[in-house]
């Protein structure tokens, strides 16, 4: 994460709010004021919301729910990790065969950055924090790009320095994070530790993406 922290700053330079909020494509997810939310779980504690779609599981991580279900967690405990009923838990490990691939919406740069802030802020209040705070209201997102990329890279470097601290045996302690959103609380640190850096490495690979696009479609 190091590595990638400092050489991420560098590809978002120069980021204006326009880019950040462009939406390349009709239906996307982004930030957008309490009174203009769209989606049915978009959340924050502020003026600007998150777009959030309802519960799911996605096809793509039917082999994750058997993995929960393997490793000894009840169907009800799954369900509640994903937010689904318990018919729907049921319903995906008794599925057999292929499955049909996820359709999921396109997403701004604005809501990228947005995600990633809630992840990773979530993550630090309840690893190293005071465990308290719901995740999903920790973070007050704007429109500003220079404000969000500010004050994402100053968490980075808070998780990145309480990170460096952990030990070995805290590495292979389960339930170190109690990070609710995901399987944390049921996992080793380094595998939540893992989780989060593939987390920051494809969402900035999609936000440089983005970034190609805009460039692509409005020349300076």
């Known amino acids: 994460m190091?590595?990638?922290a400092h050489g991420n700053p560098s590809r978002l330079e120069g980021l204006r709010d326009e880019e950040c909020l462009?939406?390349?494509?009709?239906g996307c997810w982004s930030i957008r004021r309490r009174s203009e939310a769209v989606t049915p779980r978009a959340y924050g504690p502020?003026?600007?919301l998150l777009d959030q779609g309802a519960p799911g599981i996605p096809a793509g991580e039917y082999a994750?729910?058997?993995?929960q279900a393997a490793d000894g967690m009840s169907v009800a405990k799954i369900a509640e990790d994903w937010s689904v009923s318990v018919e729907r838990v049921e319903e995906v490990l008794a599925h057999t065969g292929p499955v049909d691939p996820d359709v999921t919406p396109v997403t701004t740069i604005a809501w990228r950055l947005g995600h990633l802030h809630s992840c990773f802020a979530g993550e630090w209040e309840w690893t190293f924090g005071e465990r308290r705070t719901d995740p999903r209201q920790l973070v007050d997102f704007t429109p500003s790009a220079a404000l969000a990329l500010d004050r994402f890279w100053s968490l980075l470097d808070r998780w990145r320095e309480e990170v460096?601290?952990?030990t070995e045996e805290q590495?292979?302690?389960?339930?170190f994070s109690q990070y609710a959103y995901g399987s944390a609380p049921d996992d080793p640190?380094?595998?939540v530790l893992w989780g989060s850096n593939l987390e920051l490495i494809h969402h900035m690979a999609e936000i440089a993406l983005l970034r190609d696009l805009w460039r692509a479609r409005s020349p300076a």
Do not use: H, N
């Not at 462009?22 to 009709?26: A, R």
């Not at 994750?64 to 993995?67: F, Q």
């Open 46 to 48: 502020g003026e600007w």
């Open 2 to 4: 190091a590595s990638g």
């Open 64 to 67: 994750e729910v058997a993995r």
């Open 171 to 175: 590495l292979d302690t389960v339930g």
């Open 22 to 26: 462009w939406e390349p494509v009709p």
């Open 189 to 191: 640190f380094i595998a």
């Open 164 to 166: 460096g601290k952990v």
